[in-house]
């Protein structure tokens, strides 16, 4: 077993006030350093350094919590090379909460150090309002679909006024979706029916915050798609972000005030589920009762919580499909987003339902359960592994010769539309609601 070598001394200039999570010192004792989950690790898998493997990263948290270690920046941006996008956790025989342990850490870092001015401004900005008031994000939105839609947006790249950002802004700006629609929760009925008749289900539609503003079509598909199954489908009002990106990024305060407001909303709707449809939301809308530390009510709203592909698994839909395409045969791909398959433990169900489209030729894609290299706003601050790793998947794409790629996360759609775009793909990059969608007469 090789251990990782770069431990260092406790360094006297490293900050005071940085105190381990005691529940993640708990959880690192889980690890045996077996070494299995190395070949699953995607940083590991481009760089070949232990410190950038799962094992490598428990073992320098370890010595974070036992004080052999300061967080230094050397020491640190090992943790921040990670992706979080958890593919050690289902390779670990020993259950280790590889997640829980990182994102524990992470808090810790970011409420043990005094930020530069720039990242406080930012972190303010990002946490303190656009995450938290959701008409601020509305706001921010607008001003996008009115650029996009004036021709503003067009305008400033014929004069070449986007060469002028920084690289990482640049490749923020192509990230852009077009915002093909109005957000769905302020401009949907409160209750949207089944079809067929009397409602097999009555689900509460979770609609997040970025998807909603910038992706509403991906909401309706989702929504018709479940009305075409015999669901009732009810759009709660008043509903927050889910606080997976504040969890991410070590704001763990923000995310439990987000949880919190959610709970308050959805309490009390009878309900037979709550239903998202994107697999970071629903990582960590089926954890607030670990976020909450074991609250009852935190407890049993996660115990609700499902992807749409859990609810649809188990239906069937109760209106005639026609193919998407009636011109051709599609060849359909389904890459597997981390946070619905190594968080939630979900492949199955989302293979399945795509598999009932009429129409379509399914292909595997190889690879499909390494990360695109999305992962929140990683593909921002680790622009570089990121790359590389999105490139991987751009490869495997490639060689599947689909039409559609098919994933039920926004950030991997915006990653993969992105990356298929640069190397000059012409397939579609979709989430699977929109294709059965399609199919819906
Ligand atoms: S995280 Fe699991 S698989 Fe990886 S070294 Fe530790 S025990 Fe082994
Ligand atoms: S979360 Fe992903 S990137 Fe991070 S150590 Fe685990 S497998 Fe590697």
Redesign the pocket.
């Known amino acids: 077993m090789n251990e990782p070598t770069t431990l260092e001394p406790a360094a006297p200039e490293a900050p005071a006030r940085f105190a381990f999570p005691p529940e993640a010192t708990g959880l690192l004792r889980s690890c045996v350093h077996c070494g299995l989950?190395l070949g699953?690790?995607?940083?590991?898998r481009e760089n070949g350094n232990e410190n950038d493997?799962?094992r490598g990263?428990l073992y320098l948290m370890k010595g974070l919590s036992d004080g052999r270690l300061q967080p230094t920046e050397k020491v640190t941006g090992h943790l921040d090379l990670?992706?979080?996008?958890?593919?050690?956790?289902t390779a670990c025989p020993s259950g280790v909460h590889?997640?829980r342990i990182?994102e524990g850490t992470r808090a810790a870092l970011v409420a043990g150090r005094e930020p530069s001015w720039l990242e406080g401004a930012l972190r303010a900005f990002v946490f303190g309002q656009l995450f938290t008031r959701p008409e601020a994000l509305r706001f921010a939105a607008g001003l996008t679909r009115f650029m996009q839609k004036s021709g503003l947006r067009r305008a400033v790249h014929a004069a070449g006024l986007v060469k002028l950002l920084p690289k990482r802004l640049r490749d923020l700006e192509a990230m852009q979706p077009e915002i093909k629609e109005e957000p769905f929760r302020c401009h949907a009925p409160a209750v949207l029916p089944a079809m067929g008749g009397r409602a097999k289900k009555r689900v509460a539609f979770f609609s997040g915050c970025v998807m909603d503003v910038m992706m509403g079509e991906i909401h309706r598909a989702t929504v018709k798609v479940m009305q075409a199954h015999g669901v009732e489908v009810l759009a709660v009002h008043g509903q927050q972000c889910c606080g997976a990106l504040a969890f991410h990024a070590g704001e763990a305060e923000v995310g439990r005030k987000l949880a919190r407001k959610n709970i308050e909303i959805f309490r009390g709707l009878g309900v037979d589920a709550i239903v998202n449809n994107s697999a970071g939301c629903g990582a960590a809308l089926k954890e607030y009762g670990e976020a909450l530390h074991g609250d009852k009510e935190a407890e049993a709203f996660s115990k609700l919580v499902k992807d749409v592909s859990e609810v649809l698994a188990d239906l069937a839909p109760v209106v005639e499909l026609r193919a998407p395409d009636p011109s051709r045969t599609l060849k359909v791909c389904y890459d597997e987003p981390c946070h619905l398959l190594h968080a939630q433990k979900i492949t199955a169900q989302p293979k399945s339902v795509i598999q009932r489209i009429p129409g379509i030729r399914f292909v595997p894609l190889p690879d499909a359960e390494f990360?695109c290299g999305a992962a929140g706003i990683y593909n921002i601050v680790q622009p570089e592994m990121s790359r590389a790793v999105l490139a991987r998947k751009i490869d495997a794409i490639k060689g599947t010769g689909a039409d559609v790629v098919l994933t039920g996360n926004p950030g991997c759609i915006l990653q993969i539309r992105q990356g298929c775009k640069a190397a000059g793909l012409a397939c579609e990059v979709l989430h699977p609601m929109e294709l059965f969608a399609r199919a819906i007469a």
């Open positions: 989950c699953a690790c995607p940083t590991y493997s799962p990263r990670c992706l979080d996008c958890r593919a050690c956790e590889y997640g990182l990360c």
